[in-house]
């Protein structure tokens, strides 16, 4: 639910009791696409905002915050990630900041919506830096259908940087879709998956993503929490599924020489993230196996 009121853009959650508010100059952009609302507004102190179907999705003061724990965590941990896909990411700020890893050769953003895309390019300039790299590749669908069709064991990290598990996204957090997943992994692979707020959603959504991860046969995995101001609680996560390969461990040493600037992300936060709080532990403890820490 959403309000607009005296230059105000609220987010309403109403089964929290709570809003989310950012004072806006102006709106820049609303379109009805074939998928969903969306709208683009100037703010007077986080720059521009990206609402989809009424949500923030973005703006361009924090966003930085996500695409970094997306990304650096899963591909400092692979050990030579060479092909890399991003479901859904229209803002393409997931796809820079995988772009940034000398080792990727070949990365994709599968994206349902290309209206998402072209104003991304627009409105967000700067995720949309590295759109021409020649190591980038769009594709326009479903990301679910896309990842069933795709050659087994040709993916080295699967990044799913989507929407809400409802409408379009909800196939992306499903059994199936984990299963299609773990047959396009290479060997040592690693999903990625956005997975919403630790205090919300740990017992119900980061639950179901570890159970149906595990039934999926990927072995480890983690969720590591970190901040993100305007989305709900302000307190987000990623969770990390591994085809055999530690995820309590990271290639430290590379993360600490990388050869790109970072505004999060660095071996500390990496460090720090993989230390999930004691509530989370607990509540995932038949999830959480001990040698996995
Ligand atoms: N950071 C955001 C968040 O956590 O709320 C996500 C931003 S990104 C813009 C999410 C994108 O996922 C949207 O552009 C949406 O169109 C896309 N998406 C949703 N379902 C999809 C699907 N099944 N396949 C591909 N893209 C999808």
Known sequence: MTALN??????????????????????LHEEQTPFQKLEIYETETFGNLMVLDGCVMLTSRDIFLYHEMMTHPALFTHRQPRKVVVIGGGDCGTLREVLRHP??????????????????????????????????????GDGVQWIR???????????????????AAEGLFALDFYRD??????????????????LLHTDTIIRDIHTDMRKAGLTQVRTLPFPQPVYP??????????????????????????????????????????AMPQFMVDALEDEVRPEEG
């Open 6 to 27: 005296e230059g105000w853009f609220t987010e309403v959650f109403q089964d929290q009791g709570t809003a989310f508010s950012l004072q806006v100059k102006r709106k």
């Open 103 to 140: 080792d990727v050769e070949e990365a994709w953003q599968i994206e349902i919506d290309e209206r998402v895309t072209r104003a991304s390019e627009k409105y967000f300039p700067e995720l949309c830096e590295a759109n021409d790299d020649p190591r980038a590749n769009f594709f326009f």
């Open 149 to 167: 069709d795709i050659e087994p064991d040709s993916v080295d990290v699967i990044i799913v940087d989507s929407t809400d598990p409802v409408g």
């Open 181 to 198: 997943a773990m047959l396009a992994l290479r060997e040592g692979g690693i999903i990625v998956q956005q997975s919403e707020s630790p």
């Open 233 to 274: 609680t302000g307190w987000w996560s990623c969770t990390l599924g591994s085809k055999e390969n530690p995820l309590m461990y990271f290639r430290e040493e590379d993360a600490d020489n990388r050869a790109f600037v970072t505004r999060y992300y660095n071996s500390g936060v990496h460090n720090g993230a993989l």
